[in-house]
């Protein structure tokens, strides 16, 4: 006669695992983290524009901004693109998916003249685009 030393249950039963095994599921994070580190700063517009110095408090950034650039040779860029002073309008068009309620923000050398400044926002005016930030560096505390 056989018996079986060391079990209580019976020949039909198995015995099942209930226990999950997270050491994937935190590889897969640990990779997606990684690659989100390494794409942020790529992500950035970077065209180089001496901006004017301002005592204003900073306002919150949002998600997706759209930057209209004028640099001291009175060139206009779009995000990164260089496009003419009549595209102007087209370009903020399919930078904004046609939204002409969003905030556009204005970053001007400074060594622009007002009058050029204010060509480019009359310019943006008359494309339908009336919400307009203009962008400026912080200044120290007591220096202008």
């Known amino acids: ?7 209580r249950k019976g ?16 590889d897969v994070i640990l990779v997606l983290l990684i690659i989100f580190m390494v794409a942020a700063p790529l992500a ?3 065209i180089g524009v001496n901006l004017p110095a301002s005592s204003a408090p900073e306002q919150p950034r ?27 309008g087209g370009a903020l068009d399919a930078a904004t998916d046609n939204h002409k309620d ?8 400074k060594q622009l003249s007002y009058g050029s400044l204010m060509e480019v926002m009359n310019s943006l ?20």
């Not at 006669?1 to 079990?7: K, N, Q, T």
């Not at 997706?64 to 260089?82: C, H, L, M, N, W």
């Not at 969003?102 to 050398?109: K, L, P, S, T």
Request: without cysteine; negative net charge.
């Open 1 to 7: 006669m056989a018996m079986r030393l060391g079990s």
């Open 11 to 26: 020949d039909d039963e198995l015995e099942i695992q209930h226990e999950i095994n997270v050491t994937p599921f935190i």
């Open 44 to 46: 950035t517009v970077d």
């Open 62 to 88: 949002p998600d997706k901004p759209v930057f209209v650039t004028i640099k001291a040779d009175q060139s206009i860029a779009v995000g990164e693109t260089t496009v003419a002073r009549e595209a102007l």
């Open 102 to 109: 969003q905030v556009i923000f204005i970053r001007g050398d």
């Open 125 to 144: 005016r008359d494309a339908g685009y009336l919400k307009l930030a203009l962008v400026g560096l912080e200044a120290p505390a007591g220096q202008q």
